[in-house]
């Protein structure tokens, strides 16, 4: 279903709603169990690059209706009760529906474990009091938040930062994941301005599908990634905020990646924050849209177009639907445990453990069930959902609304595992052999997730 443009204009119009910002240091300690890569030689963090940060914005709709985001520089949730012992106690402590929150993950890979069964590993006796410090963290971040609150428009305007590159490489017989110079990737950058009734600029929201992988496997330093230098450069250019939406990114990583060297970790941090610069210069305040205004003779026929003022929109809706998908024939958590104990190969043996983590979540489901969060805020849409999805997904969605600009978010209220396109299950390739998903799950949630969108959407659209 692609839906054709009902206007030319360029920028969207924008939320007004009431709006507040917070931000907390969530660095953890030093010695915390911190192994993200199987080729590590070390298992603890030594010291830290950048601080590590927890971010709200808070929104109130003008019929009342509250919504949070909160980003998290963190990886990835390997035991899902730990994700939603933190989440529950933030819907019940705030008096929040479940489609009120979206807790997001920047998916660096510096980060600490923040999975209890670590608890055995060295520096594991770390790990349950800091996701009790999360919890905290995020209590104080949410109410930071609100106490700030403001009258105020977020507007949203598409840029590019080629960034991101294709990570799906093949050499020879074997398909690893790094820079593959072939395929072409998916380049889109969404950036969303805040700002005041008096035309403040109060924050910047930067959603780009990369993964945060430019730290690898001899990094002993606890870090954002670049995601910690897109901020720097934000904060130092503009002196607001920059919070961070980690975009569909299942096959999109850096170039340059798996290094030690902070230095190139910032250098990616810096061409995504200029690539944000850059978006903004050109949406101007967000208030008036590029529209086409007539056409005018000379020695070409020419298109003129003109600046326009547009009411912001005060639309806001939200909705969780959950989308069932296959699940492949999975071992029994028992035998992949047994497995983990006879196992005396260390790569091996971290892989097996991050599989029976994953396969204790699922239990004796033969189908998933994945939630996906779709907010409305104004003329953009949001699209979150806890898997790793590949591009493809954003780009097919993107496509079929031409009419919005759609941010969409990754590692969001939880994980599982990849959602790689079907042609890719012939292959042996990670993304395929790491998740529990079978083929053709990501086409279904492509498609069902077209379908609540059209249904959110309050006017007609036409369709090819």
Same mark, same amino acid.
């Given at each position: ?21 917070? =931000? ?40 009342? &209706? ?5 980003? %998290? ?14 989440? +529950? ?9 479940? =489609? ?23 520096? *594991? ?9 999360? /919890? ?100 130092? $250019? ?18 340059? &990646?798996?290094?030690?060297?902070? /230095?190139?970790?910032? %250098? ?13 210069? &050109? ?19 020419? $298109? ?6 547009? &009411? ?45 983590? =994953? ?18 805020? *104004?003329?953009?849409?949001?699209? %979150? ?21 759609? %941010? ?25 052999? +790491? ?30």
């Amino acid at each position: 279903m692609i839906a054709k443009k009902d206007s030319l204009r360029d920028v969207y119009a924008g939320l007004g709603a009431r709006f507040g910002l917070g =931000t907390r240091n969530i660095t953890p300690p030093l010695g915390i169990y911190a192994r993200n890569w199987g080729a590590a030689k070390f298992d603890q963090a030594t010291g830290i690059h950048q601080e590590l940060l927890m971010q709200c914005l808070y929104t109130e709709s003008a019929d009342g &209706q509250a919504a949070v985001f909160l980003t %998290a520089d963190l990886g990835w949730w390997k035991n899902a009760n730990d994700e939603k012992r933190i989440r +529950q106690a933030l819907l019940a402590r705030f008096n929040l529906e479940e =489609t009120d929150l979206i807790l997001a993950l920047s998916h660096t890979h510096a980060g600490p474990s923040i999975c209890s069964t670590d608890e055995d590993q060295p520096g *594991g006796a770390f790990i349950a009091p800091y996701l009790d410090f999360l /919890k905290d963290q995020a209590i104080a971040c949410i109410e930071e938040a609100k106490s700030a609150i403001f009258d105020g428009r977020l507007t949203w305007g598409y840029g590019v930062c080629d960034l991101a590159c294709n990570r799906d490489l093949q050499v020879g017989g074997d398909y690893l994941i790094g820079f593959n110079p072939i395929e072409k990737p998916d380049h889109t950058l969404l950036v969303g301005q805040l700002r005041d009734t008096s035309n403040i600029l109060r924050g910047v929201i930067c959603n780009y599908a990369c993964h945060p992988t430019s730290f690898a496997h001899e990094n002993e330093l606890l870090s954002p990634d670049f995601v910690g230098e897109l901020r720097v450069t934000i904060e130092q $250019a503009l002196h607001v905020s920059c919070l961070f939406l980690q975009g569909a990114s299942g096959d999109l990583a850096p170039k340059k &990646q798996y290094v030690k060297d902070p /230095k190139l970790v910032e %250098a990616n941090g810096r061409q995504l924050g200029y690539a944000v610069l850059a978006t903004l210069a &050109q949406m101007g305040d967000g208030e008036q849209n590029w529209v086409y205004d007539k056409a005018l003779t000379s020695g070409a026929p020419l $298109a003129c177009w003109k600046l326009k003022y547009e &009411q912001a929109s005060v639309d806001y809706k939200k909705v969780v639907v959950h989308v069932q998908v296959p699940y492949k024939k999975l071992d029994s958590a028992a035998s992949i445990l047994e497995e983990y104990q006879k196992c005396n190969d260390r790569v091996l043996k971290d892989r097996l453990w991050r599989k029976y983590n =994953t396969r204790k979540t699922i239990g004796d489901q033969q189908v998933a069930e994945i939630p996906v969060w779709i907010w409305k805020m *104004g003329n953009a849409i949001v699209v %979150a959902q806890a898997n790793e999805a590949y591009s493809v997904y954003q780009m097919q969605i993107r496509k079929a609304f031409p009419n919005h600009c759609i %941010a969409f978010i990754n590692i969001a209220n939880g994980y599982v595992g990849y959602l790689a396109p079907k042609e890719l299950y012939e292959k042996d390739i990670y993304a395929v052999w +790491q998740s529990p998903y079978d083929q053709g799950s990501l086409e279904i949630l492509i498609k069902e997730t077209e379908k609540a969108i059209l249904k959110l959407l309050t006017y007609e659209i036409r369709l090819d």
